[in-house]
């Protein structure tokens, strides 16, 4: 149901390897929660996050949330087609509704992270 | 909790139910987005079920009512509807409701869930020509620019001839019901009421045409918003009187109502806060409970926020001190102080419902 290949954290953010870059999003199950995404905050490339940071905010039609850093690193790159379609977080999660991307990951701290079957476990312990 | 007639229907479509003042209610079933903007281009179905409904018989009945009721209730015509509040002693707003006059001598006023028990006990206590007919009575609100002809369609002739804020009686496949052409979206809409018993079967009936959907509590909300109407228990509650929820102009001040003194000495000393629109610049939405600065100096509380699909920035109410609530002043909202800009509702001007 969630995808093997991201890290996750009780917060809902995904991050994946893609080469080097690690990327970041919330899970489809936190888009679920939140319902129709309206409006997404990005930080600013270049700065530099420590795991658990405020990273960016997501707003819905009902709520408004902050985003932490999964882990520690350098944001290299931001997801500006989030600007004009916010909506991509809800019908893609995992593709093209990602948030940022971080450098310079430690991989010690993502081996703190939940895999998938964790995760899994972890949404079903906490829903209803 | 408590449920509506329509509860298995709401399942059956896939609603995802929440606790609203104690009633299990949708409060979306494909998404808030997609439910709004169908509301606004075709017709969308509520269940309203939850809200409260009285009946008021006779001379003496009604002219005790009106004694409760800010907005003159005495001159509004046969066929006709009117929006006012009930106040306590203090000025202060119990709730808001409207007063549909059936007949030269028979009211049906409608109410909102929340301040139910206190309403009845307001409207029924003492008065032998009040009942309170909630328990009996599901509402059905058709909101949309089609719901007009979805309505003739089904046989509700009536539907076709009421002008905005007028109601009657009408049948349905022989079931009786009230129409009122009233509602809470801004488009074109009706509210059904009828007897619990047949609401199921309207309820499928008007689901079952093309241009029919569902919708839940959440676009409930945003078109509410935008069109700046006020929610019960979140724009106001005991503590603000219809003078602070910008409602000075459903108070009739000719006529004699509870609250009445409390409100003339409020006017007369002038200077209490004005619930106010705002509006972002971006789709950031201001939220309920945000505070609202300029500059630094608090000067109001958001109460209602969401972002506007159909205008495309965040809205809001908000009460706001009077010197910073003319139209275009600029102030910042809430922990990261957004920037707003007050502005006077409606957010949207399109709506159909006088149409």
Known sequence: MFPAECRFTKDHEWIRDDGGQHTVGITAFAAEQLGDVTYVELPEPGSRLSAGDTAASVESVKAASDVYAPAGGEVCEVNEALDGKPELVNQDPYGEGWFFKLSDVDADELEQLMDAAAYEQFVGEHSE | MQYTP?????????????????????????????????????????????????????????????GLVCSDVEKIVPGRGRYGMMLNDSGGIIDDLITIKLAEDELYVVTNAGPAARVAERICGGNPGAEDVSAHTAKIDIQGPLSREILVGEGIAEAGSLKYFQACRAAWRGTELIVSRTGYTGELGYELFVANEAAPALWRALRAHDAVRPAG???????????????????????????????????????????????????????????????????RAPRPGFAICLGDESVGTVTSGTYGPS???GIGLAYLQQDVAAPGTGLNAGPKHIAVETARPPFYGQGTCRT
């Open chain 2, 311 to 313: 205008v495309g920035h």
């Open chain 2, 6 to 66: 329509l509860h298995d229907e709401h399942v059956a479509d896939g609603g995802k139910v929440v606790d609203f003042h104690g009633w299990a209610l949708p409060i979306q079933f494909t998404g808030i987005l997609d439910e709004h903007a169908h509301t606004r281009t075709k017709a969308s179905v509520f269940d309203c079920s939850h809200m409260a409904e009285f009946t008021i018989r006779g001379r003496d009945a009604i002219q005790a009512y009106s």
């Open chain 2, 217 to 283: 509590l959440g676009a409930r909300d945003t078109l509410r918003t935008e069109m700046g109407y006020l929610l019960s228990g979140q724009d106001f509650d005991e503590s603000r009187t219809p003078l602070e929820a910008g409602a000075e102009s459903f108070v009739a001040w000719d006529t004699p109502f509870t609250g009445r003194d409390a409100l003339l000495e409020q006017r007369e000393r002038g200077g209490y806060p004005l619930l106010s629109g705002i509006r972002t610049g971006d789709r």
